[in-house]
């Protein structure tokens, strides 16, 4: 059953597994279970590891940017629109069965799912923050786009504060 289950590969298997297989129908917290989307929880749960990555990468870019002198226009339009396509994405990554009850290593809490409200709440400010400072960024304002970066990485905190655990 287990090797059954890690063959994670291919979805036939593991739908293969579930009838008579041994499986344990009321596993809501295996990993290599099937969500709704064709991926399994644990597979959702690396995909939102790669898109904060991404998404920590180009705010740095922006970040770094408007730390200079002379920001690069192009630059900063091209990295505020990762952030803000990012930030519309941000809520997808987190479905139902990706939380720590899987046992996959992560660093977001069990709240995100329990304080769904809470989490979605910040998860709006995100978004129309990152859309503004994209808009900000479109017009080349790059005093309004100091300012804005400042209220994106708010949300940020914020956000990691409540549903993201340290570092070990
Ligand atoms: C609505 C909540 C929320 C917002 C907004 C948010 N994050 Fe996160 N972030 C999380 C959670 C939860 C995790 C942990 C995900 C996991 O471990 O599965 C995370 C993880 C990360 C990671 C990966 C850390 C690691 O070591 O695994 C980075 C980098 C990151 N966030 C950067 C950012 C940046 C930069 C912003 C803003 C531009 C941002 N996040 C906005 C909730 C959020």
């Given at each position: 059953m287990i090797l059954c289950l890690r063959s994670l590969a291919l979805a036939a298997t593991?739908?293969?597994?579930?009838?008579?297989?041994?499986?344990d129908p009321g596993a809501?917290?295996?990993?290599?279970?099937?969500?709704?989307?064709?991926m399994t929880a644990r597979q959702v749960i690396e995909?939102?590891?790669?898109?904060?990555?991404?998404l920590g990468g180009s705010f740095k870019a922006?970040?770094?940017q408007l730390a200079t002198a002379s920001p690069n226009p192009?630059?900063?339009?091209?990295?505020?629109?990762?952030?803000?396509?990012?930030?519309?994405?941000?809520?997808?990554?987190?479905?139902?069965?990706?939380?720590?009850?899987?046992?996959?290593?992560?660093?977001?809490?069990a709240e995100v799912w329990s304080d769904s409200e809470g989490f979605a709440e910040i998860s709006t400010r995100f978004r129309e923050s990152a859309a503004a400072l994209h808009a900000t960024a479109q017009d080349d304002d790059l005093d309004a786009a100091r300012s804005q970066v400042r209220a994106v990485g708010e949300a940020c905190k914020d956000c990691h504060d409540r549903y993201r655990a340290e570092e070990d």
């Open positions: 593991a739908l293969a597994c579930q009838p008579g297989g041994g499986a809501s917290a295996d990993p290599d279970r099937m969500l709704a989307s064709g995909a939102r590891a790669l898109h904060f990555k991404d922006v970040r770094d192009s630059l900063v339009r091209l990295a505020t629109q990762e952030v803000k396509y990012a930030s519309d994405d941000l809520p997808g990554w987190f479905p139902a069965g990706t939380g720590p009850e899987t046992g996959v290593e992560m660093r977001a809490f």
